[in-house]
């Protein structure tokens, strides 16, 4: 079993000193851990952001793929690969703007792999315009008299959309985050785990300092079901979705498994030839 | 060499009555080419079928026609041109009419009451089969050996009253219309033959090939190679996946290919636009990936089943950056089956996309097709370099260099799961570890080791095909299925005592200079023949320095309609004109 | 006022016998004469599949776009003169799969048009694949063993992503139809309207009959309060999306009448010279 | 003419150092050309900002420094070797050391502490940039007066803590190292300009052509464009709308244009691969809309935000199928202001995308420009063929033929709103009166009047510019940017001695080859200087069959770096040599 430093590389982080990034990429690692994880077995798909840079950081099979199209590259990498363990990282924007369609999709389809959004309500490689979960009213270099739009509300339109494990986690709050993940890992799903992640530079509404106010902790309340999706719903309302924890999950069983024909062997294992009896098979309907 | 045509309305089982022919004459012996005419609507709407039948290879459209089979009075005002003296054969129910000046035998027969007699309007095609079959002097035989295996399935009821209706219209123009028909097809040339599109050949050939995963977006005219793959997917093991989008379909495929497993993704002209950033990807991380682009009329929503040959420079350059492309180029069938496997080899060994450029008409079109051309079981399977776990240990180095710097620019690659093999694959500039970086050095290095790898493609493969005298007076050039029209005029213009090559590029990109070169320099005029607006082969001939202004003519056809050997024949013939006179 | 022939247009349709897209357009243009809509005013917006052609058929100004993307193009052209009065229509392939991205952001901005799907649960123009909302199991040359996706519930999630107005309607139910229509356009703001719009070539599951036997219409209700949110989505819940009627309403502030300095006067209306004040205060900035 | 470069980490306040000395010094009656070294990170990173200052117009970055200002010794480390005996300006607290060989006057001030003292770090740029002054020898009031302006609005404390800071750095040098610099320039020449980036000049060209609605995603190098808008649209009752991505941009811009309102998008590669199937949608549909494209380095995300001219056959050719674009490619912020507008004009009169080819440099870095040259009010605004109610009316047809055939191609349109005018604008092939129709005659005619309109650009533009003796015996050929470069080789090699003339593209597509032809019938050899690796000015020129094998000459770099006028010199003599060989 790998050790936390098995899963760190060498490289120093580009990100500017407080980014709630570091908070993700910790959390991500002791969860690896946590589930008994090994580098070689392991693959994470990044996003284009500063967020997306954490792939670079971690010891692992890692794939940076283009702005918003995570989602689809770890589908076509765990079907490829079903013994991988796989992870999507990205931004806000990457998740919810540019990927916004990719997301709801992956949803429905449910493959076995945890998505984990950093979530600092801005763009921030871009130096700092407004992102889909921005505040209405904030103000940025694309909005000087404040954004119009209304914030997405990704963790409603996850469990709407037929999302089977959904958490929100906060980078300041270490173990509860590494233990979300570690969660959504074990899930035989997709599991979405928004993480609030402050950007130090260009978002200084959502702080550090205001989520710890405003933020409340499902872990808490002993009465919150999280099977409950109805119970979900109205909570993620009621809190304007500013709530950690586990907001919900589901028995669930993974894409992969319900493909017709497809077997356990990896496909990138397989031996591709086709056989004769398979091959004359097929060519018979063009007889 | 017999044409038949069958039109109506979309929607009325046309297609169906032309598979029937064109495979019962295929296990006859003979060799078919089976193309439609319809527009983008479901039901409705003016459609045709043509078959033509031959003891000979047969790859291409032609005007006119022996047999019209007419649905609709509709079909006669537009199709009987095309019959300069054939046989017409009409549903009775319509009251045909011959349009004026027309000449043809006109033979009516109440198919439809034939159909309904014999249980339902929708055996009309049945009828109509058996009828054509007396037309051509075809025995009846094989077409009812044929119901049987195609209907055996549905119980003895619904062959024996398929089989009834077919031999009803058989033997009415036996018995009614006796000695109407002279035509007599050459005899048949047995052999072990198949009827295929481009479309199903190519999914094949990528099934062969070991393609284990399609993750793809409908659209016409790709969609078959999905569906096709759908179908066959179970039986290996495989997966096919419709995604929300091309953009999620191309990204799917890179992720695939980035895990080791050999994915491919099919579309036409707008899906393709939507995948120019994964393709780029794709060449930046060096990850191998199949990419079918089956072009139709552009731009836009252009006229989604027409043909054309027009998203050439999209497909060789039309992403941002410079990143390596690999674009192949199938003429038929037994070349759709061969870029389908070899692009996953081409895609592994030089780690960067393969892009098939296949077009409409060749890949709807039926056609004869050997079977031993399509051995799916003996296709070889080139993963390129891989490394290891054990290799790793033995080149014993700390960090794994995915991106080493080497001679040919192909550094050996560590599937995901592979102990010690742990790297970064990027969109971004990176060094050869695979970390970020902006050094000025490294990024000329990488630039330079990545488009350097295509260099290896022309070794791998002939870019180049060439069929006549290498010193021919006129060399016809032309990509796709067009190749099946100049070939035909090839033939044409020979019997007419000219000395006349056809040549078609196998490999668009990189373009195979050398070879292209070699092959065309002892010839004559050269005839670029092909299906867009722009002139894009003679485009890429430019871009590679090969476009010799004193000996390129150029032909052009962008209505949407495929060339047909005659337009070629008679754009060709001037050009032989003028190097007679200048010789002689 | 404009009358229900003059939204016509001479041209024959080229849908199938019997498709639901007929009783769509008809449903639109009886809404259009309602409203008192001008064809010369009107501008639809159309994607690509059996259904997108319906703009052909109204006589109004007409903009046939790329699959998927007739939100922003309606965005686009509501913003540059929002005197118009502005549909989109499309099929659930085109809002749901490749256009899902554009669907969600367009509810979050709320420009005030209606959005018509026209909901078939399959692709008719490309003969029969499984779409975003067909069921689970259904059979298609894509999935000759069944769908192994779970379905797209557009109601559920427009609710959830922001929406001020979701309806459903069925082709077959015409009066209800137009009505809704008529109250999308009413509604000053984004209204989408879901229709059940059968085909009858490619879906031989959720037919006409199966529809009328399922589904429940709100109307019918008296207790369905369609400005309660939750009540909505609980609704929603438990008739799996099966219902006709208002889904949910609340009010608005259409997205124009929110930008800075957006002026009344359509902008392909205004003198688009920068006067010499103007100007001289924008250059200030690089002297 | 005094090159001064400030270096330290991201973050650190180098932008804002750099920034007032190039305002100031513009302000003086100094030409500027600014420029910086920056990484794809918000903090941390080596960053540089050098500004030219001279009393002639400059426009290229050059690799020699006069004075240095370092605030860490890896400033020092990276770049103290360009000073050859310059001056080293280093804060003290680094303890700065000269690397072995460097030649240079070190000149050590406590920066930082000097800042703190005066109440805070941030205020370290203020102290640069008096210590700055005071080695250029320049006077200081200049520099006060605009701390006096530039903090006016945070009231009179901070402008005085700026202004003390300042002249503290000011007095120091002039006080301890007093005669350590030689440096002076030329007289001031005043006059009444503007320092300007290419972004800005653009964004300010479209506004001023009636550009009112801007939808975009952010993306370095173009961001700059949407949030430069975002400031302006309000005060003219446009919008800025901030997309959910790149398909939404292009497509929001289409239904713009088509409801009649001048509407741009801006992006970089990657977003510009995701639009390509938009503006096919617009070429097709006859739709004005103005694309640019800011080229940065790729394939895909490559390095963000570093120089690059690769994604010119994209820009030209990258979408499927076949519709018109039209490509123009500033040069500098005048030109790009001048694209700016003249964009929406071609893009009104032949309705069809226009699409700007800019690039990071031109893009980011900031030059003097003339206020004159960015006169807004003054820009002609031509909607091309618009019919209104009355027009339609009188015309008396009961159909409107949106897409009637004429001579030129080009058909009036009719905005949405006007009575009589309504009509369907389709991406599908269609007829004159824009129905959906597949009849091949109406294909061809509607592809070729499509393609006509751009006959009319070379008419309203001229694509060809040049600079220098019309026989010269060389010329230096370039686009964007690198112009910069070309011409200031071009002085450096005329003083040489040698008959050099510069070129640039204004237009890229359609090609203007005759105007080509005409510029180049008399000259000597052709050095085509681009920033790719695949030669792409060149291939554009093949392509219009104006490349010359025997007179054409490539000068290539893709290390993300921009071009300096002595790269340029050194691949030019050689040319030049042989010239004076071949015919001495
Ligand atoms: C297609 C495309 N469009 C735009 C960009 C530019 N871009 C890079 S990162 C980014 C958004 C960053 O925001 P987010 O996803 O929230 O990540 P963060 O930097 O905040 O972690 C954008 C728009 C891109 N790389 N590719
Ligand atoms: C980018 C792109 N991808 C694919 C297509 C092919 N295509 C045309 S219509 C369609 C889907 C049709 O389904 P839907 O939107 O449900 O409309 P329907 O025909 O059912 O009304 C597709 C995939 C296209 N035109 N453009
Ligand atoms: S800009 Fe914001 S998100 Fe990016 S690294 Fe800095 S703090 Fe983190
Ligand atoms: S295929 Fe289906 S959706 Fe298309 S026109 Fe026919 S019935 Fe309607
Ligand atoms: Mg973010
Ligand atoms: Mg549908």
Chains 1, 3 share one sequence.
């Not at chain 2, 006109?106 to 009309?124: D, F, N, Q, Y």
């Not at chain 2, 028909?181 to 040339?189: A, E, I």
């Not at chain 2, 488009?451 to 010193?471: A, F, I, M, T, Y």
Request: charged share 20%.
């Amino acid at each position: 079993m790998a050790t936390l430093q098995e899963f760190k590389t060498a490289e120093k982080s580009w990100w500017c000193p407080g980014c709630g990034d570091f908070g993700v990429l910790a959390a991500m690692q002791k969860a690896l851990v946590a589930v008994g994880a090994e580098p070689s077995t392991t693959a994470i798909v990044a996003g284009i952001g500063c967020s997306g840079k954490l792939g670079n950081y971690i010891n692992s099979y890692n794939i940076h793929v283009t702005h918003g199209r995570t989602l689809p590259a770890a589908l076509g990498l765990k079907l490829g690969n079903r013994d991988l363990l796989v992870l999507a990282a990205g931004g806000d924007g990457d998740a919810y703007a540019i990927g916004m369609g990719h997301f709801m999709h992956a949803l429905r389809r449910n493959v076995n792999m945890t998505y984990i959004v950093m979530d600092n309500h801005v763009y921030g490689l871009t130096k700092g315009q407004t992102s889909p979960t921005s505040d209405s009213g904030f103000k940025t270099k694309t909005t000087p008299k404040g954004s119009i739009d209304r914030p997405v509300h990704p963790l409603m339109l996850a469990v709407s959309a037929g999302a089977t494990f959904v958490a929100q986690g906060f980078s300041s709050w270490q173990p509860q985050l590494a233990r979300l993940i570690q969660q959504g890992i074990e899930h035989p799903g997709f599991a979405l785990i928004n993480v609030i992640s402050p950007c130090v530079t260009y978002n200084k509404v959502n702080t550090y300092d205001w989520y710890k106010k405003t933020l409340t902790n499902l872990d808490d309340d002993p009465d919150y079901d999280s099977h409950n999706r109805p119970q979900a719903l109205a909570r993620l309302d009621i809190t304007d979705e500013l709530v950690t924890g586990i907001v919900y999950q589901e028995e669930s069983e993974p894409y992969e498994a319900q493909i017709p024909g497809f077997r356990d062997v990896p496909l990138a294992h397989q031996d591709w030839h086709v056989d004769d009896e398979t091959w004359n098979q097929i060519l018979a309907s063009f007889d | 060499m017999i044409a038949w045509k069958i039109g109506g309305e979309q929607g009325e089982g046309i297609d169906s009555t032309g598979d029937v022919l064109s495979t019962v004459a295929s296990r006859m012996g003979y060799f078919v080419y089976g193309y439609k005419l319809f527009s983008s609507r479901i039901k409705g709407g003016h459609t045709t079928y043509k078959v033509r039948i031959a003891n000979v290879p047969v790859h291409a459209a032609t005007e006119n026609t022996d047999i019209l089979v007419a649905l609709n009075q509709d079909t006669i005002n537009q199709h009987a041109r095309e019959l300069s003296g054939g046989l017409l054969l009409a549903d009775s129910v319509i009251k045909p009419t011959l349009p004026d000046g027309v000449k043809a035998t006109l033979i009516g027969l109440p198919l439809t009451e034939i159909a309904k007699a014999h249980g339902s309007v929708v055996m009309r095609n049945m009828v109509s089969v058996g009828a054509s079959a007396a037309l051509l002097n075809l025995p009846s035989q094989p077409f009812l050996d044929y119901v049987e295996s195609k209907f055996a399935r549905k119980g003895d009821a619904i062959v024996q009253a398929n089989q009834e209706a077919l031999m009803d219209g058989y033997e009415r123009v036996k018995r009614e219309f006796a000695g109407a028909s002279q035509l007599r097809l050459d005899s048949p040339v047995p052999g072990d033959r198949l009827v295929i599109t481009g479309n199903d050949a190519l999914a094949l050939g990528a099934l062969a090939g070991g393609c284990r995963l399609m993750c793809g977006y409908p659209i016409t005219p790709a969609t078959d190679i999905m569906e096709a793959l759908s179908k066959w997917m179970p039986l290996v093991g495989g997966a096919v996946v419709q995604m929300e989008d091309e953009l999620g379909s191309i990204t799917a495929c890179v992720g695939a290919g980035y895990a080791g497993v050999r994915a491919m993704t099919a579309t036409s002209g707008p899906g393709f636009s939507l995948m120019q950033e994964g393709i780029g990807l794709a060449s930046m991380a060096e990850i191998p990936v199949v990419i079918v682009d089956t072009q139709r009329s552009g731009p836009s929503t252009g006229m989604p089943t027409k043909q054309e040959q027009s998203d050439l420079m999209a497909i060789v350059n039309g992403g941002h950056g410079e990143g390596p492309r690999i674009v192949l180029a199938p003429s038929s069938p037994e070349e759709a089956f061969e870029d389908g496997w070899q692009a996953f080899n081409l895609a592994d060994t030089l780690q960067t996309p393969v892009l098939i450029a296949s077009d409409l008409s060749l890949a709807l079109w039926s056609q004869t097709v050997d079977r031993a051309q399509l051995n799916g079981p003996k296709v070889t399977i080139d993963r390129g370099p891989v490394l290891s776990a054990e290799q790793l240990v033995e080149l014993g180095q700390d960090t794994f260099y995915r991106y080493q710097i080497t001679a040919d620019g192909i550094s050996a690659r560590t599937l995901p799961g592979t102990k010690l093999g742990q790297h970064l694959a990027t969109g971004v500039e990176h060094q050869p570890s695979g970390k970020v970086s902006e050094d000025p050095g490294n990024r000329a290095k990488m630039m330079e080791k990545r488009l350097n790898k295509l260099k290896q493609v022309h070794r791998l493969r002939d870019g180049v095909k060439w069929e006549g005298p290498s010193d021919a007076d006129l060399v016809l050039l032309a990509i796709g299925s067009t190749v099946g029209a100049i070939r035909e005029a090839q033939a044409i213009l020979q019997h007419e005592g000219h000395r006349v090559a056809i040549s078609w590029l196998r490999t668009l990109s990189p373009f195979p200079v050398e070879q292209f070169r070699e092959r065309f320099q002892h010839c004559g005029q050269i005839l670029i023949v092909e299906q867009n607006a722009t002139g894009q082969v003679g485009l890429l001939m430019r871009a590679a320095g090969v476009y010799d202004d004193s000996r390129c003519h150029s032909l052009l056809k962008y209505d949407g309609v495929q060339f047909f050997p005659s337009e070629v024949v008679t754009a060709a013939r001037p050009l032989l004109q003028t190097f007679v006179e200048v010789s002689g």
